[in-house]
């Protein structure tokens, strides 16, 4: 029986960190990763500046600035736990809004173990909660690692997302990830690919954040400029530590030379 219990219980394991199942395991952010993500270095950051990244963020045309009901202007995020392309931006989504805000309960996962660039490394939404005195921010993680059914988005949101996830503005209609600045950017498509996570941990992620000169820290940190940039150029936000950095401003000239495109 000891055998049979031990043989099961490393069945159990095998499938929580993914290794033969899908099942999703939620842990708390390390230390390292907490570091990283919820307090970003803005030294990093104003070195790294665009790290040579595309950003890809395309202005909209005539969008009404989007906002909550108490008035702060809103940012949406639409993604899934499976999904890799989604696993990548997160990184970069929450180092952008740390800036302007506090995360609470953010939690480490992996991506999809059968999808491609399995098993990435990243951090999930479901469940977090997100407070500011400037902007504010909703997102809906649709499935889980699995591709099980996991939130479902709100009709305000779902409505945005109609509206918004559509090509020319995204390359493709209804993608995952989707990411809307207050109705006045959308990301058109990732901002960096996943395989440069391909068999990093959470720590080392983090680690490597820390090292302007670092290829995964040019790909998170400099698509996170872009979005705050997009974020005060959107929403007028006069954050010091945020709208009055060089690195910010410089994509901000970037991002407004953009030809904005029509929903």
Not at 117 to 127: E, G, N, V
Not at 163 to 191: A, E, R, W
Not at 213 to 230: E, L, Q, R, T
Request: net charge negative; with cysteine.
């Amino acid at each position: 029986m000891a055998a049979i219990a031990l043989v099961l219980t490393v069945i159990v394991l095998i499938n929580q960190v993914g290794g033969a199942g899908n099942v999703t395991a939620y842990a708390p952010l390390s230390v390292t990763v907490a570091d990283a993500v919820l307090r970003p270095d803005t030294t990093v950051l104003n070195t790294v500046g665009t790290g040579g990244q595309a950003g890809n963020l395309l202005p909209v045309a005539g969008g009404t600035l989007l906002k909550d009901a108490s008035g702060k202007p809103m940012v949406v995020y639409v993604g899934a736990e499976y999904c890799p392309f989604c696993a990548a931006e997160r990184w970069s989504i929450a180092v952008a809004l740390s800036r302007f805000g506090t995360f609470n309960h953010l939690r480490e996962i992996e991506s999809s173990s059968t999808d491609t660039r399995p098993d990435a490394h990243t951090l999930t939404f479901y469940k977090s909660t997100y407070s500011s005195s400037s902007i504010d921010f909703s997102a809906t993680e649709v499935q889980d690692r699995a591709g099980n059914a996991l939130e479902t988005m709100s009709p305000a949101i779902g409505s945005i997302f109609t509206k918004y996830d559509v090509t020319p503005l995204t390359v493709l209609t209804g993608q995952f990830p989707f990411l809307d600045i207050g109705n006045k950017y959308v990301l058109n498509n990732t901002s960096y690919d996943p395989l440069i996570l391909a068999g990093l941990t959470w720590d080392q992620i983090a680690t490597k954040m820390q090292h302007p000169s670092d290829p995964v820290c040019k790909a998170i940190m400099g698509n996170a400029n872009f979005i705050d940039a997009a974020i005060c150029l959107a929403t007028g936000d006069g954050s010091p530590a945020v709208a009055t950095s060089p690195a910010i401003q410089a994509i901000e000239q970037t991002l407004t030379s953009e030809t904005p495109v029509a929903a």
